[in-house]
């Protein structure tokens, strides 16, 4: 079993930049492929980034490839989402999430089983 706590949104201005973290317990955290989601008002949650279990292979949606950085540290263990040149597109709460069912990149909602509560990003124009 797998909990995850997001920490880190807020409000941010325009080209400004935000890193998440979700901290993980349990004992598959190193076996898990991890992935961000995010979810804006009105629409449905939305993939972000997601990275794989030994931290070699990352994958981004267009929108914040070259923008985001998703890494992890197995030790601690931690996974982040460093974000930069945040538009107000970015406005969404965001949701890390784990799998128990691959441990390469995985990009559909359906691939993961654990999901912690989301933290707000707000970027204001």
């Known amino acids: 079993q797998v909990q995850l706590v997001e920490s880190g949104g807020g409000l941010v201005q325009t080209g400004g930049s935000l890193r998440l973290s979700c901290a993980a317990s349990?004992?598959?955290?190193?076996?898990?492929?991890m992935g961000w989601f995010r979810q804006a008002p009105g629409k449905e949650r939305e993939f972000v980034a997601t990275?794989?279990?030994?931290?070699?292979?990352?994958y981004y949606a267009d929108p914040v490839e070259g923008r985001f950085t998703i890494s992890r540290d197995n030790a601690k263990p931690t996974v982040f989402l460093q974000m930069s040149s945040l538009k107000p597109e970015d406005t969404a709460v965001y949701y890390c999430?784990?799998?128990?069912?691959?441990?390469?990149?995985?990009?559909?909602?359906?691939?993961?089983?654990?999901w912690g509560q989301g933290t707000q990003v707000t970027v204001s124009s």
């Open positions: 999430a784990a799998s128990d069912f691959t441990g390469s990149i995985a990009t559909q909602t359906a691939a993961y089983n654990h």
């Open positions: 349990g004992r598959t955290f190193s076996s898990n492929t």
């Open positions: 990275i794989s279990r030994g931290g070699t292979t990352t």
